[in-house]
C-alpha cells in the first residue's frame, strides 16, 4: 500500500513536535514495510 | 517606612528559615512573603539605589550577561545587587533585593542588576524604572507557558515603551523580532550585534523562528547567520533590514567551551567563556558597561577573569572527570550547546538531561526541534537522563545516536557517566534547569559542588 504524507510549510508552520510527527511516520512506514517483506 | 521595614524583616526571615531547613536558597519565597505584606516593596527598595538599575531579558543569555555586568560594576567599586541564582520572576527580584536590604529596611546597594523572565518584563520595568534594559535575542521558548513569539515580542515593546525618558534601550540588532521592537520606540535604542562573517553560516536552522518580514511577509534574506535566526538580515522589498549596530563585535576567535576573543571598537577582548552564543552575551554587556560610561580598557581588562554562573559551563571535577556543566533549555539554546561541544570542543561523552517541570517546560515537544543528529558518529557516550530520559532516548533513537540506557536518577546517570568514561575524560552535562539543578544537588550531595546559592 502507498500512502503520501503532505507536510505543509515546514520552515513557516513548524511548532514543537511537527517535526517529531514526520520523522516517527516516516520511521514507522520503513518499519512497517520491512516487516511485511519478511 | 514602617510597612517597608515590616516587608523587609519579614522576607529576610523566611530567606533565612528557607535556608536553615534546606528547602532551597531563598531566592524566590521571601519575595512572594514581602509583596503581601507590601506590594510596592521593589518599587520602594529600587529608589534606594544609587545610580539605578540595568535590566536584563531575552530567551538566552540572561544570567551569563546580567553576571557579566555584575563582575565589570563590582571591579569597578559599586555594590551590586542582583538575582544571580537566576530566579527571575518579580518575586526572584524582590528576594535579591530584600536579601541586600539593611535592618532598617533600606537598599544598601549603588547598582541593580536584575535578569527578567520575557513575560515579567512589563511588571518589572513598571516598578523598577530603569535606568538601561537589555534585550538579548528571542527564540520559541516553553510555548506552552509563553505563548508564540508575537505575543512576547508585544510585551516587550509594550514594556519598552513604558520606561522612563532617561532610560536606554539597549538592543540585538541581529534578532529580526528584537529589531522590529527597536524600530518602533519613539526614541532610538543602542543596537549591537556580531560583524564576521567567518564564524557565520549561510542557512537558517530548520527551528529557527523569524524567517520572515514583518512589514510586507516576504520571506527575509540572510547574508549571515550567527545563531539560530540571529544573522544579516534583510527584507526583499526593501521594507525591513538589520539595523546598523553601533557596538560591533569583529574578529572573533572560538575555542570550545574555553575561550573566546573578539574585538570592539578596537579593543581586544579575551575571556575564558566559550561559544559564539556567549559572544552576543559579552557584546550586550559591554554595550551596557560603555553606556554607563565604563571605559572600553577597564571591561577588557576586568572580563579576562570572569567566572561564569552555576550550570552556565560551569566546570565540576568528579572522580578524575571533567565535567562541564551547560544550561540548553530551549531548541535554539540546545543547538549552540550541542554545536559548541561536538565541533568546536571536540566532546565525546555527554548527559543531556530533560525535566519536564514548570521551570522547564510540561510540553516536551520541543526535542524534536533540537539537531541532536549532530552527536551521530562523533559522540561516544550519550547518557539520556533526568525525568523524560525516556523521551530523549526516543529522540535520540530517531536521531541515529547509540545512546546509552535512558537514567531518570541522577545519581544513576553519573554513575553510569563514570563507568563508561576513564579518569581524565571530558563530559558535557547539556541539560534543562530543573535537570541541571538535580545533577548538580547529586554533586553537591557528593560533596563535588557548592550548593547553587553560594556560588
Same mark, same amino acid.
Given at each position: 500500500?502507498?500512502?503520501?504524507?503532505?507536510?505543509?510549510?515546514?520552515?513557516?508552520?513548524?511548532?514543537?513536535?511537527?517535526?517529531?510527527?514526520?520523522?516517527?511516520?516516516?520511521f514507522?512506514?520503513?518499519?512497517?514495510?520491512?516487516?511485511?517483506?519478511? | 517606612?514602617?510597612?517597608?521595614?515590616?516587608?523587609?524583616?519579614?522576607?529576610?526571615?523566611?530567606?533565612?528559615?528557607?535556608?536553615v531547613?534546606?528547602?532551597?536558597?531563598?531566592?524566590? &519565597?521571601?519575595?512572594?512573603?514581602?509583596? *503581601?505584606?507590601?506590594?510596592?516593596? &521593589?518599587?520602594?527598595? +529600587?529608589?534606594? &539605589? $544609587?545610580?539605578?538599575?540595568?535590566?536584563?531579558?531575552?530567551?538566552?543569555?540572561?544570567?551569563? $550577561?546580567?553576571?557579566?555586568?555584575s563582575?565589570?560594576?563590582?571591579?569597578?567599586?559599586?555594590?551590586?545587587?542582583?538575582?544571580?541564582?537566576?530566579?527571575?520572576?518579580?518575586?526572584?527580584?524582590?528576594?535579591?533585593?530584600?536579601?541586600?536590604?539593611?535592618?532598617?529596611?533600606? %537598599?544598601?546597594?549603588?547598582?541593580?542588576?536584575? !535578569?527578567?523572565d520575557e513575560?515579567?518584563?512589563?511588571?518589572?520595568?513598571?516598578?523598577?524604572?530603569?535606568?538601561?534594559?537589555?534585550?538579548?535575542?528571542?527564540?520559541?521558548?516553553?510555548?506552552?507557558?509563553?505563548?508564540?513569539?508575537?505575543?512576547?515580542?508585544?510585551? *516587550?515593546?509594550?514594556?519598552?515603551?513604558?520606561?522612563?525618558?532617561?532610560?536606554?534601550?539597549?538592543?540585538?540588532?541581529?534578532?529580526p523580532?528584537?529589531?522590529?521592537?527597536? &524600530?518602533?520606540? +519613539?526614541?532610538?535604542?543602542?543596537?549591537?550585534?556580531?560583524?564576521?562573517?567567518?564564524?557565520?553560516?549561510t542557512?537558517?536552522?530548520? +527551528?529557527?523562528?523569524?524567517?520572515?518580514?514583518?512589514?510586507?511577509?516576504?520571506?527575509?534574506?540572510?547574508?549571515?547567520?550567527?545563531?539560530?535566526?540571529?544573522?544579516?538580515?534583510?527584507?526583499?522589498?526593501?521594507?525591513?533590514?538589520?539595523?546598523?549596530?553601533?557596538?560591533?563585535? $569583529?574578529?572573533?576567535?572560538l575555542?570550545?567551551?574555553?575561550?573566546? +576573543?573578539?574585538? *570592539?571598537?578596537?579593543?581586544?577582548?579575551?575571556?575564558?567563556?566559550?561559544?559564539?552564543?556567549?559572544?552576543?552575551?559579552? %557584546?550586550?554587556?559591554?554595550?551596557?558597561?560603555?553606556?554607563?560610561d565604563?571605559?572600553?580598557?577597564?571591561?577588557?581588562?576586568?572580563?579576562?577573569?570572569?567566572?561564569?554562573?552555576?550550570?552556565?559551563?560551569?566546570?565540576?571535577?568528579?572522580?578524575?572527570?571533567?565535567?562541564?556543566?551547560?544550561?540548553?533549555?530551549?531548541?535554539?539554546?540546545?543547538?549552540?550547546?550541542?554545536?559548541?561541544?561536538?565541533? %568546536?570542543?571536540?566532546?565525546?561523552?555527554?548527559?543531556?538531561?530533560?525535566?519536564?517541570?514548570?521551570?522547564?517546560?510540561?510540553?516536551?515537544?520541543?526535542?524534536?526541534?533540537?539537531?541532536? !543528529?549532530?552527536?551521530?558518529?562523533?559522540?561516544?557516550?550519550? *547518557?539520556p537522563?533526568?525525568?523524560?530520559?525516556?523521551?530523549?532516548?526516543?529522540?535520540?533513537?530517531?536521531?541515529?545516536?547509540?545512546? !546509552?540506557?535512558?537514567?531518570?536518577?541522577?545519581?544513576?546517570?553519573?554513575?553510569?557517566?563514570?563507568?563508561?568514561?576513564?579518569?581524565?575524560?571530558?563530559?558535557?552535562?547539556?541539560c534543562?534547569?530543573?535537570?541541571?539543578?538535580?545533577?548538580?544537588?547529586?554533586?553537591?550531595?557528593?560533596?563535588?559542588?557548592?550548593?547553587?546559592?553560594?556560588?
Open positions: 500500500m502507498k500512502f503520501t504524507v503532505g507536510w505543509l510549510y515546514p520552515d513557516l508552520m513548524n511548532i514543537y513536535g511537527d517535526r517529531g510527527w514526520m520523522m516517527s511516520m516516516s514507522s512506514s520503513v518499519v512497517a514495510r520491512t516487516a511485511s517483506r519478511r | 517606612m514602617i510597612r517597608k521595614t515590616a516587608a523587609v524583616w519579614a522576607g529576610k526571615a523566611t530567606g533565612t528559615l528557607s535556608r531547613s534546606r528547602r532551597g536558597g531563598g531566592t524566590t &519565597l521571601p519575595g512572594d512573603v514581602a509583596r *503581601i505584606i507590601d506590594p510596592k516593596i &521593589l518599587t520602594r527598595l +529600587a529608589q534606594d &539605589l $544609587t545610580y539605578g538599575s540595568i535590566v536584563v531579558t531575552g530567551t538566552n543569555g540572561k544570567t551569563t $550577561t546580567a553576571r557579566l555586568l563582575w565589570l560594576l563590582e571591579g569597578a567599586g559599586h555594590r551590586v545587587v542582583a538575582n544571580r541564582a537566576g530566579a527571575n520572576l518579580i518575586f526572584g527580584v524582590t528576594a535579591a533585593a530584600l536579601n541586600r536590604a539593611g535592618s532598617d529596611g533600606r %537598599l544598601k546597594a549603588d547598582w541593580g542588576v536584575f !535578569e527578567i513575560a515579567s518584563l512589563p511588571k518589572a520595568v513598571d516598578e523598577i524604572q530603569p535606568r538601561a534594559t537589555l534585550v538579548l535575542n528571542l527564540f520559541r521558548d516553553q510555548l506552552d507557558r509563553y505563548g508564540e513569539l508575537e505575543t512576547i515580542a508585544k510585551k *516587550i515593546e509594550k514594556a519598552l515603551g513604558a520606561v522612563p525618558e532617561t532610560s536606554r534601550a539597549i538592543l540585538n540588532a541581529d534578532d523580532r528584537v529589531a522590529e521592537i527597536g &524600530l518602533n520606540l +519613539a526614541r532610538k535604542p543602542l543596537w549591537y550585534g556580531l560583524d564576521d562573517i567567518s564564524v557565520a553560516s542557512t537558517l536552522p530548520h +527551528a529557527a523562528d523569524a524567517r520572515t518580514c514583518p512589514r510586507c511577509g516576504s520571506s527575509l534574506i540572510f547574508d549571515a547567520v550567527y545563531v539560530g535566526h540571529d544573522g544579516v538580515y534583510r527584507c526583499p522589498n526593501h521594507d525591513f533590514s538589520r539595523p546598523t549596530p553601533e557596538i560591533a563585535a $569583529t574578529n572573533i576567535k575555542d570550545g567551551f574555553d575561550s573566546l +576573543a573578539l574585538t *570592539i571598537d578596537g579593543t581586544r577582548i579575551e575571556m575564558p567563556l566559550g561559544g559564539l552564543y556567549n559572544c552576543y552575551n559579552v %557584546l550586550a554587556a559591554y554595550a551596557a558597561a560603555r553606556s554607563i565604563l571605559t572600553a580598557a577597564y571591561i577588557a581588562d576586568r572580563l579576562r577573569t570572569f567566572k561564569a554562573a552555576f550550570g552556565r559551563q560551569e566546570r565540576v571535577e568528579f572522580r578524575g572527570r571533567h565535567l562541564i556543566l551547560v544550561l540548553s533549555k530551549n531548541p535554539a539554546g540546545f543547538n549552540e550547546t550541542v554545536r559548541t561541544a561536538v565541533e %568546536l570542543a571536540q566532546g565525546k561523552n555527554f548527559i543531556v538531561g530533560l525535566n519536564d517541570r514548570k521551570a522547564d517546560g510540561t510540553d516536551v515537544s520541543w526535542i524534536w526541534d533540537v539537531d541532536f !543528529e549532530m552527536l551521530k558518529g562523533k559522540a561516544d557516550v550519550v *547518557i537522563a533526568g525525568n523524560r530520559a525516556h523521551d530523549l532516548a526516543v529522540r535520540l533513537k530517531y536521531a541515529g545516536v547509540a545512546a !546509552e540506557q535512558p537514567q531518570t536518577d541522577s545519581g544513576k546517570a553519573l554513575d553510569l557517566l563514570i563507568k563508561s568514561t576513564r579518569e581524565g575524560d571530558t563530559a558535557y552535562l547539556l534543562t534547569y530543573t535537570a541541571m539543578l538535580d545533577l548538580r544537588a547529586e554533586l553537591v550531595r557528593r560533596g563535588w559542588a557548592s550548593p547553587y546559592w553560594e556560588t
